[in-house]
């Protein structure tokens, strides 16, 4: 989501909120949250159904309780992420818990929590969470993650639906769990899930793998094994670059879906993530200095790769722009950050109006897999974060001060041996 012609996101002059909190600021657009809720729950009207945020994409607790406010449960990957979402309010029976290496601890955390379900990675996984049931007296809900072995058609480092990719189990090994379910005892077995990828900008890559999931859902059907529900995953694109990125329309997505899987009778699960904060956030960051190098010319910001790990992690290309009026002769910069990183670089070539020390620009798009992945490299303390909602701000997360970068360190001061 851009701002509006007068600099301004969801009624908050960028500039006067800049001023006031500093930068590098993560603004998130309330408003433009709350719309991508309704585009899919307005798609999903009459279905038996439940969106899960796919918590990795923004784990600001500050952003899961508005989830939780428009009945927006949690699709979470770690005993910590399954601990912010209850503490926003997300209740349990609306979590879902996904990832091929949940350890034991956060499989024990989970069922004491008592979640919907666990979307199951692989036969140990099984196993385990057999064994761990069992233990506690209680059974789990389960579903099998299917790896159909379609191509995304996105990043390779985002992909997760071909057989080369870590994640799930092929349909071969599924049918056999299914098989062999009335031995788990306290596990129930009555679901299926995939999710082939993140970031993905056309309907085919749905399709194709939607048309492998309802197959294997109507051999069980014949076979006897009635599914409790079926979740689908997430993997909506956004515009990351203007003119360039066309995401497929939410309620397309959801006409898709519908089609594959019509005569389903148990409960829909949708994850996304991006899809619902991505282009609802902006990265303000300001210009310290501009660097004439002999073939180059460097726009050096104070936000770096460990605020936004994106371009230097994927190459993504995030839309950057200054904010307020700048009718300054077009120049081309490489945009860089001040960690002492080659790869802390956030554009290379890139055209803009000229910039002197002290602008503010916007790095667009950066809702998602922006502060979740941030790090304090450098020693740079983690960025503020801030939610703004017609015309009102609300801080969700402070600056971090140095002294709260190394709270849990400590001198090397009283020695044991084990």
Known sequence: MTASPHHQLDGVDLDALAARLGTPLYVYSASAIRQRIQSLQAALHGTDSLICFAVKANSNRGVLALMHAQ?????????????????????????????????????????????????????????????????????????????????????????????????????????????????????????????????????????????????FWRELAAGGHVLASIDVGGGLGVCYREGHDHPVDAADYIATVREALAGFEGRLLFEPGRYLVGEAGVLLTRAIRVKHGEERNFLVLDAAM??????????????IAPVGSNTHPATTYDIVGPVCETGDTFARGRTLPACSPGDLLMIHTAGAYGASMSSTYNSRPLAAEVMVDDGRYAVVRQRQRFEDMVAGEQLAGHWESV
């Open 71 to 215: 009945g927006v449960g949690a699709d979470i990957v770690s005993a910590g992420e399954l601990w912010r979402a209850m503490q926003a309010g997300i209740p349990p029976e609306h979590i879902v818990f996904s990832g091929v290496g949940k350890s034991e601890q956060e499989i024990v955390e989970a069922l004491d929590a008592g979640i919907l379900r666990f979307n199951v990675e692989s036969h140990d996984e099984l196993l385990t969470l057999q064994r761990l049931a069992q233990s506690r007296g209680t059974t789990a809900r389960a579903a099998v993650r299917i790896n159909p072995d379609v191509d995304a058609q996105t990043h390779e480092k985002i992909s997760t639906g071909k057989a080369e990719n870590k994640f799930g189990v092929s349909i071969d090994e599924a049918r056999r769990w299914f098989a062999a379910r009335h031995a788990l005892s306290h596990v129930q077995l009555d679901g299926l899930h995939v999710h082939i990828g993140s970031q993905i900008l056309s309907l085919g890559p749905y399709r194709e793998a939607l048309k492998r999931v309802a197959a």
């Open 306 to 319: 460990n605020d936004l790990a994106r371009p230097s992690l994927y190459d993504a290309w995030h839309d």
